[in-house]
Antibody
């Protein structure tokens, strides 16, 4: 059974940093691209970032580019999101999500089959 | 970036109704379109991918169609567990983008 378990959420002041982790199990982690998707309170879904299976290529939404860094440790089956220079508008539940199919090379399918339970990040003074 | 729009933004329907939700992309995305269902406090659930492929385990009353810029999600006979918010999402190119959502509630 595929499981994705986020951790690292919490309360942080504007300008601060936080690192989210997503522990994966039940599938061959290194074969799948992974993404982070967030949802501000009462709002819709916003894709944040994606990384291919090998970790060699990353993609970001304009709203987080230069502030957030996605990475993965395939030996630990764990996905990360380092969030720096946090703003109030980054307040959201952050989900990690697994691609539907294994990626060949640098393919990201962009269909999110499995999701974690979400980690709440609150940025406020 | 590719912008996604959905209509309607909300609708009220009864159990047994046929429901159709429309999604439009700001440029052609071929068939790289997926649909998700989200219930309050829960993570989204993948229903349809590649515009019309039913995700394993999803009831057959859900169907998707379309290509290019115009897509639809149809629920053939609405069930009590289908009251939720539905999102479309393009997987054609990064940044991947979601539609604003369609909330389906009980009439």
């Amino acid at each position: 059974e595929v499981q994705l378990l986020e951790s690292g959420g919490g309360f942080v002041q504007p300008g601060g940093s936080l690192r989210l982790s997503c522990a994966a199990s039940g599938f061959t982690f290194s074969s799948y691209a992974m993404s982070w998707v967030r949802q501000a309170p009462g709002k819709g879904l916003e894709w944040v970032s994606a990384i291919i299976g090998s970790g060699g290529s990353t993609h970001y939404a304009d709203s987080v580019k230069g502030r957030f860094t996605i990475s993965r440790d395939n030996s630990k089956n764990t996905l990360y999101l380092q969030m720096n220079s946090l703003r109030a508008e980054d307040t959201a539940v952050y989900y990690c999500a697994k691609d539907l199919k294994p990626g060949d090379g640098d393919v990201i399918w962009g269909y999110f089959q499995h999701w974690g339970q979400g980690a709440l990040v609150t940025v406020s003074s | 970036d590719i912008q996604m729009t959905q209509s309607p933004s909300s609708l009220s329907a009864s159990v047994g109704d046929r429901v159709t939700i429309t999604c439009r992309a700001s440029q052609s995305i071929n068939i790289y379109l997926s649909w998700y269902q989200q219930k309050p406090g829960k993570a989204p659930k993948l229903l349809i991918y590649a515009a019309s492929s039913l995700q394993s385990g999803v009831p057959s009353r859900f169907s998707g169609s379309g290509s290019g810029t115009d897509f639809t999600l149809t629920i053939s006979s609405l069930q009590p567990e289908d009251f939720a918010t539905y999102y479309c999402q393009q997987g054609y190119s990064t940044p991947f983008t979601f539609g604003p959502g369609t909330k389906v509630d009980i009439k």
